[in-house]
C-alpha cells in the first residue's frame, strides 16, 4: 500500500494561515475568471484613449489661440527666438496647419475616443459580471448595450468631475473665494463646515464610481 504524499509548503501554509488561503484562494478565483485576459482589454482601450484625448485637447487649444490672435503670436515669437534658422519656421507652419484643421482633428478625436470609451466600458462590465459571478441573461442588443455603455461613461466622468471640484472647494483659497461670493465670509463655522461637507461628498462619490 503506498502512503498518502505529503502535503506541499503552500498546503500546509494555507491550512496553518487563514489569511494567506484567503489570499490564495482570491488569486486561484482571479485565475478561473480569466482576470488577466479582461484586465490587459482594459489596459489595452485605457492606453489606446490616450491618443484620441490628445486630439481633443489639440482641437481645444487650437480653438483657443484661432480666437487669441495676441497670444498665438507670443507663441510664435517664443518659437523663433527659441529655436534658430528654417526649422523654427517649419514649427510656426505646422502649428498654423494643426490649427487650420482644428474642427476635423476634433471630431476625430471625439470619435475615437468615444469608441475607446466603449471598448473600455465593455471590458469593464465583463470582467465585473465575470468575478462576481453574475448571471448572463440574453444581450439586451447591439445599440441598446452601446447607449448604455455610452451613459455609464459620461457618469463616470461627471463623477471624476464633481469628485476633483469638491476636492478643490476644500483648498484654503478657493474656499474663501467662494464664501466671499457667498457673502458668508463672516458667518461662523461655515467655513469649516463647508470643508468637511466638500471632504464627505468627495468620498461618497469616490465610493459610488466602484460599487
Excluded: C
Aim: charged share 15%.
Amino acid at each position: 500500500m503506498t502512503e498518502p504524499a505529503k502535503p506541499g509548503v503552500l498546503d500546509r501554509l494555507r491550512a496553518r494561515y487563514g489569511w494567506f488561503d484567503h489570499v490564495m484562494r482570491a488569486q486561484e478565483r482571479y485565475q478561473d475568471s480569466k482576470g488577466d485576459f479582461y484586465a490587459a482589454g482594459i489596459t489595452y482601450f485605457t492606453v489606446f484613449a490616450i491618443f484620441p484625448m490628445l486630439m481633443v485637447g489639440f482641437a481645444i487649444a487650437g480653438f483657443i489661440l484661432a480666437n487669441q490672435p495676441d497670444l498665438l503670436t507670443q507663441i510664435e515669437d517664443k518659437i523663433k527666438s527659441a529655436v534658430s534658422g528654417d526649422f523654427a519656421q517649419q514649427l510656426v507652419q505646422l502649428m498654423e496647419s494643426a490649427i487650420d484643421s482644428r474642427t476635423s482633428v476634433g471630431i476625430i478625436g471625439l470619435a475615437t475616443a468615444a469608441w475607446a470609451g466603449l471598448g473600455w466600458m465593455a471590458n469593464l462590465r465583463e470582467a465585473l459580471s465575470q468575478m462576481w459571478g453574475l448571471m448572463r441573461h440574453d444581450p439586451p442588443g447591439f445599440v441598446r448595450t452601446k447607449l448604455s455603455d455610452l451613459l455609464a461613461i459620461v457618469g463616470l466622468f461627471a463623477a471624476i468631475v464633481v469628485t476633483i471640484a469638491m476636492t478643490a472647494l476644500g483648498s484654503s483659497d478657493l474656499m474663501k473665494h467662494v464664501l466671499e461670493w457667498l457673502g458668508l465670509q463672516d458667518v461662523p463655522g461655515v467655513d469649516l463646515a463647508l470643508r468637511a461637507a466638500s471632504l464627505v461628498v468627495s468620498i461618497l462619490i469616490s465610493w459610488l464610481l466602484f460599487i
